[in-house]
């Protein structure tokens, strides 16, 4: 066979390898399909999000007075940090982990209760 006969099978196979690609990760990163998550960080934040939450008193307190809001709650359940070394991951019946974010411009820290069903936001340390 041709070397431009196989260049144009090669190519041929390339472009079209390429559009599936591009539709399946679009698919993967647009929201509506899966996430990539393989390190420990995105697997227990995705946990936590996957489960009904539920507000303790003292995060009510601080939505009720403004000190912290829905948006600053959003950014540690997809951005922050898990502390691993401060998280209690072998507590039973239910999980303890400290998540270190950004909230009203400071460094602040919330205390998340994974439980098997729920997951319950304690509280955030200024």
Known sequence: MPFLKRLGFYLLGLS?????LTFFLKKKTDGTGAEFCYFPNCRTL???R???ISYSEEINELLIS?????MDIDYFLNDGNVDF???DTKAEPCKVYFIEGIAKGKNAILRVRNCRDEAILENVLF
């Open 66 to 70: 403004r000190a912290l809001d829905s």
């Open 16 to 20: 079209v390898g390429l559009v599936f």
């Open 85 to 87: 070394e401060k998280s």
């Open 50 to 52: 996957s489960k009904p």
């Open 46 to 48: 995705k946990d936590i």
